[in-house]
C-alpha cells in the first residue's frame, strides 16, 4: 500500500452512502469514524450525503439546522429536490444533506435511468429485483444534490475543485449523473465487498481456491446478480479512482470486475469510543461483566464460576461468511475436552428478532439465579425461528446449558442499540466485558469486529481472508498465532485450531494474559484514521489529476 505525498487537495468533497446518518453495517463505522479527520482537514467543506426516510420518526443520527447551506437549499427545493440539511451526530459534526429519494421511485423516471445506463455504460438493469429500483433511485437523487452543490460553489468559487466519493453500487446511478452533467468533477467509487463475490461465498461456492477460474459476468448470470454486477462493475471503471478496503478483495476486484483498484484504503477508526482512563475502563469492564453474567445466569438457570471466561464474536448474520458456523463448532469441540476453566460463547448478530423474551425480562428482575428457561440459550424470539441457521446449529450441536457444563453458548440475535429490552447497553459496552473474541471469517473485505476488539484491549482470533487480518500479518508478526490460515477446504483444521487457541488462552496466567492485551492494544494504535487518512489523500489526488486531464482535453 503506497502513500505518495498529496499534491492536489480538493476544495470540496461529496460523499454519499446507503449508511450516511442510517446505521445498517460496516460501512456506517467506516464513514461515520473518518468523518472527524477529514472535517479536520476540509473544515465543512467534506458534506456527506444521504437517505432521508424518516419523515414519521426523528433520525437519531441527524442534527438539522436552518441555516447551514439555507440559500444552496432554497435553490434546491426550488428545482426539485426535497432535502434536509444539518449534522451527522458523530465526532466532528460535518455537514449531512439527507435527500428524499421516493420522488424518483416512479416507474418512467427508473426506465428512463435505466435505458441511459444501457446505452452509456452497457448495464443491465433488465434482470433487477429486491432493492435495486429503491437503491438506483437514492443514486439518482443523491447525483443531483452533487452536481447541485457543485453549480452553487462553483458560482462563488470559479477556481474550486471538487470530489464526489461513491460507496457501493447502490450509489452507483449518482456516479453516472455527476459523469454526464458535471465531468469537472473528479470521482471516486469504493466497493466495500462485491456484491458477486460476497454471493459466490454465501452459495458455498469455492471463492478462492477457483477465482482465478470465475467469470464474474458468467457467474452473476449464475447466481442471478445480473444487475447488481452491471452496475458495480460500470461504476468501477467509468469513475476517476477506483478503491476498495484491503488487498483480499482488490484481488476479487481484478478477477470479477476486470478492474484491480487504484489505491487500496483500508479502514481505520478513532479511539474516542475506548475508555480514557484505566479506572473508567475497569469500571464499563465490571458493568459489562456483570450485565453478560446475570444474563447467562438468568437463562440457564446455573450459577457461573468467578474464573469464567467470556469469548464471543458479533458481525452481520452471514453463518457462513461471517465463520459463525466455526465459531459454534469451535466451543462444541472444547465441550468435549471439558476444559479446565468455564467458557461462556457469546453470539452478537442481528437477527430477525421480534422482540426480547419476557419470561427473561421477569427473570432478571427477579432475585437469586432462577429456573431455567425454555430455549436457555437464546434472549430474544425471532419472527421466524425455524429459518435461523444459527439457532438450528445450536440445537443441532446440543448445548444444554447446564450447571455441569464447562461450555455454555448465548444467542443474543437484537440489535445492541442499548434498547434491545435485555441487556439494554449497547454493543461497544458489552464487547469490553468479554475477554477474547473469534471471528473466523470466510469471506470478509475488511473486519471491523476484530478491529474494535484489540481497540478496547481484547485478544481476537481472525483469519488471513479477512483485510484486516492481513494487515495484522504485515503490521505485527507476535500476532501471527491468533491469524488463522484458512482456505475453501480446511474447515476441521481451523475449527481444532480454534479450540486449541481458546485453551491455551485459558491456561495464560495473569501476567501473560496482560501481554496479550497490551500487546493487542499497540496494534489497533497503527490504525488509527490519522495513519489511515494519508490513502484517501492519494485518492483524492489520483481522481483529481485525472479529471483535470479530462477537462483540459
Same mark, same amino acid.
Given at each position: 500500500?503506497?502513500?505518495?505525498?498529496?499534491?492536489?487537495?480538493?476544495?470540496?468533497?461529496?460523499?454519499?452512502?446507503?449508511?450516511?446518518?442510517?446505521?445498517?453495517?460496516? &460501512?456506517?463505522?467506516?464513514?461515520?469514524?473518518?468523518?472527524?479527520?477529514? $472535517?479536520?482537514?476540509?473544515?465543512?467543506?467534506?458534506?456527506?450525503?444521504?437517505?432521508?426516510?424518516?419523515?414519521?420518526?426523528?433520525?437519531?443520527?441527524?442534527?438539522?439546522?436552518?441555516?447551514?447551506?439555507?440559500?444552496?437549499?432554497?435553490?434546491?427545493?426550488?428545482?426539485?429536490?426535497?432535502?434536509?440539511?444539518?449534522?451527522?451526530?458523530?465526532?466532528?459534526?460535518?455537514?449531512?444533506?439527507?435527500?428524499?429519494?421516493? =420522488?424518483?421511485?416512479?416507474?418512467?423516471?427508473?426506465?428512463?435511468?435505466?435505458?441511459?445506463?444501457? #446505452?452509456?455504460?452497457?448495464?443491465?438493469?433488465?434482470?433487477?429485483?429486491?432493492?435495486?429500483?429503491?437503491?438506483?433511485?437514492?443514486?439518482?437523487?443523491?447525483?443531483?444534490?452533487?452536481?447541485?452543490?457543485?453549480?452553487?460553489?462553483?458560482?462563488?468559487?470559479?477556481?474550486?475543485?471538487?470530489?464526489?466519493?461513491?460507496?457501493?453500487?447502490?450509489?452507483?446511478?449518482?456516479?453516472?449523473?455527476?459523469?454526464?452533467?458535471? =465531468?469537472?468533477?473528479?470521482?471516486?467509487?469504493?466497493?466495500?465487498?462485491?456484491?458477486?463475490?460476497?454471493?459466490?461465498?454465501?452459495?458455498?461456492?469455492?471463492?478462492?481456491?477457483?477465482?482465478?477460474?470465475?467469470?464474474?459476468? $458468467?457467474?452473476?448470470?449464475?447466481?442471478?446478480?445480473?444487475?447488481?454486477?452491471?452496475?458495480?462493475?460500470?461504476?468501477?471503471?467509468?469513475?476517476?479512482?477506483?478503491?476498495?478496503?484491503?488487498?483480499?478483495?482488490?484481488?476479487?476486484?481484478?478477477?470479477?470486475?476486470?478492474?484491480?483498484?487504484?489505491?487500496?484504503?483500508?479502514?481505520?477508526?478513532?479511539?474516542?469510543?475506548?475508555?480514557?482512563?484505566?479506572?473508567?475502563?475497569?469500571?464499563?469492564?465490571?458493568?459489562?461483566?456483570?450485565?453478560?453474567?446475570?444474563?447467562?445466569?438468568?437463562?440457564?438457570?446455573?450459577?457461573?464460576?468467578?474464573?469464567?471466561?467470556?469469548?464471543?464474536?458479533?458481525?452481520?448474520?452471514?453463518?457462513?461468511?461471517?465463520?459463525?458456523?466455526?465459531?459454534?463448532?469451535?466451543?462444541?469441540?472444547?465441550?468435549? $475436552?471439558?476444559?479446565?476453566?468455564?467458557?461462556?460463547?457469546?453470539?452478537?448478530?442481528?437477527?430477525?428478532?421480534?422482540?426480547?423474551?419476557?419470561?427473561?425480562?421477569?427473570?432478571?428482575?427477579?432475585?437469586?439465579?432462577?429456573?431455567?428457561?425454555?430455549?436457555?440459550?437464546?434472549?430474544?424470539?425471532?419472527? #421466524?425461528?425455524?429459518?435461523?441457521?444459527?439457532?438450528?446449529?445450536?440445537?443441532?450441536?446440543?448445548?444444554?446449558?447446564?450447571? #455441569?457444563?464447562?461450555?455454555?453458548?448465548?444467542? &443474543? =440475535?437484537?440489535?445492541?442499540?442499548?434498547?434491545?429490552?435485555?441487556?439494554?447497553?449497547?454493543?461497544?459496552?458489552?464487547? &469490553?466485558?468479554?475477554?477474547?473474541?473469534?471471528? =473466523?471469517?470466510?469471506? #470478509?473485505?475488511?473486519?471491523?469486529?476484530?478491529?474494535?476488539?484489540?481497540?478496547?484491549? &481484547?485478544?481476537?482470533?481472525?483469519?488471513?481472508?479477512?483485510?484486516?487480518? $492481513?494487515?495484522?500479518?504485515?503490521?505485527?508478526?507476535?500476532?501471527?498465532?491468533?491469524?488463522?490460515?484458512?482456505?475453501?477446504?480446511?474447515?476441521?483444521?481451523?475449527?481444532?485450531?480454534?479450540?486449541?487457541?481458546?485453551?491455551?488462552?485459558?491456561?495464560?496466567?495473569?501476567?501473560?494474559?496482560?501481554?496479550?492485551?497490551?500487546?493487542?492494544?499497540?496494534?489497533?494504535?497503527?490504525?488509527?484514521?490519522?495513519?489511515?487518512?494519508?490513502?484517501?489523500?492519494?485518492?483524492?489526488?489520483?481522481?483529481?489529476?485525472?479529471?483535470?486531464?479530462?477537462?483540459?482535453?
Amino acid at each position: 500500500m503506497s502513500t505518495k505525498k498529496n499534491k492536489k487537495s480538493p476544495d470540496y468533497i461529496f460523499e454519499t452512502s446507503w449508511e450516511v446518518c442510517n446505521r445498517v453495517g460496516g &460501512i456506517y463505522t467506516v464513514l461515520s469514524s473518518k468523518a472527524e479527520t477529514l $472535517q479536520n482537514e476540509h473544515k465543512d467543506k467534506i458534506i456527506f450525503i444521504g437517505p432521508d426516510f424518516w419523515h414519521e420518526n426523528k433520525c437519531p443520527f441527524f442534527s438539522e439546522s436552518a441555516s447551514l447551506l439555507k440559500d444552496w437549499k432554497e435553490g434546491a427545493q426550488k428545482s426539485g429536490l426535497s432535502v434536509r440539511v444539518g449534522r451527522w451526530k458523530v465526532p466532528g459534526k460535518p455537514i449531512a444533506v439527507l435527500v428524499d429519494f421516493k =420522488p424518483f421511485l416512479n416507474r418512467e423516471t427508473l426506465n428512463n435511468a435505466y435505458a441511459s445506463a444501457w #446505452e452509456k455504460f452497457g448495464v443491465d438493469s433488465l434482470h433487477a429485483y429486491g432493492d435495486y429500483d429503491e437503491s438506483a433511485a437514492f443514486g439518482i437523487a443523491s447525483g443531483l444534490v452533487m452536481t447541485s452543490l457543485y453549480k452553487h460553489f462553483k458560482a462563488k468559487e470559479a477556481d474550486a475543485t471538487f470530489i464526489a466519493h461513491f460507496n457501493e453500487w447502490m450509489t452507483a446511478f449518482g456516479l453516472f449523473i455527476v459523469n454526464g452533467e458535471a =465531468p469537472e468533477i473528479g470521482t471516486v467509487f469504493t466497493t466495500h465487498a462485491t456484491s458477486i463475490g460476497r454471493s459466490i461465498a454465501g452459495n458455498s461456492k469455492p471463492l478462492y481456491g477457483q477465482l482465478s477460474n470465475y467469470n464474474g459476468d $458468467q457467474m452473476a448470470q449464475e447466481l442471478n446478480m445480473e444487475a447488481k454486477h452491471s452496475v458495480e462493475k460500470a461504476a468501477a471503471h467509468l469513475c476517476d479512482c477506483f478503491t476498495t478496503v484491503s488487498e483480499v478483495t482488490g484481488r476479487e476486484c481484478a478477477q470479477l470486475l476486470d478492474k484491480a483498484p487504484d489505491v487500496v484504503t483500508p479502514n481505520g477508526f478513532e479511539k474516542d469510543f475506548v475508555p480514557e482512563t484505566a479506572a473508567e475502563y475497569a469500571k464499563k469492564r465490571n458493568a459489562a461483566r456483570k450485565a453478560l453474567q446475570n444474563v447467562t445466569e438468568k437463562l440457564t438457570g446455573a450459577k457461573l464460576s468467578e474464573d469464567v471466561v467470556f469469548v464471543g464474536t458479533c458481525g452481520r448474520c452471514e453463518y457462513k461468511n461471517k465463520g459463525i458456523d466455526l465459531f459454534i463448532d469451535s466451543l462444541h469441540k472444547l465441550a468435549e $475436552q471439558r476444559p479446565e476453566r468455564e467458557v461462556v460463547g457469546f453470539i452478537m448478530v442481528p437477527s430477525f428478532v421480534k422482540g426480547p423474551r419476557e419470561h427473561l425480562q421477569k427473570a432478571l428482575k427477579a432475585k437469586g439465579k432462577g429456573e431455567a428457561l425454555p430455549m436457555n440459550f437464546i434472549t430474544h424470539h425471532l419472527h #421466524e425461528p425455524g429459518n435461523d441457521a444459527i439457532l438450528n446449529a445450536i440445537r443441532w450441536y446440543g448445548f444444554p446449558n447446564r450447571q #455441569e457444563d464447562k461450555v455454555k453458548i448465548i444467542y &443474543i =440475535p437484537s440489535y445492541l442499540n442499548g434498547t434491545d429490552g435485555i441487556f439494554n447497553k449497547t454493543y461497544y459496552d458489552l464487547l &469490553i466485558g468479554l475477554d477474547l473474541t473469534i471471528f =473466523p471469517s470466510y469471506y #470478509e473485505p475488511w473486519g471491523y469486529t476484530p478491529l474494535e476488539s484489540i481497540a478496547f484491549s &481484547i485478544p481476537t482470533i481472525t483469519t488471513n481472508l479477512s483485510g484486516f487480518g $492481513q494487515w495484522a500479518l504485515e503490521n505485527n508478526e507476535s500476532h501471527s498465532k491468533w491469524v488463522l490460515n484458512r482456505t475453501d477446504d480446511n474447515y476441521i483444521e481451523v475449527r481444532d485450531n480454534i479450540t486449541a487457541l481458546i485453551n491455551d488462552f485459558i491456561n495464560l496466567d495473569k501476567d501473560e494474559v496482560s501481554k496479550l492485551k497490551k500487546a493487542s492494544k499497540a496494534l489497533s494504535q497503527k490504525a488509527l484514521w490519522k495513519n489511515f487518512i494519508a490513502f484517501y489523500r492519494e485518492t483524492y489526488n489520483f481522481a483529481s489529476i485525472k479529471a483535470s486531464k479530462r477537462i483540459n482535453h
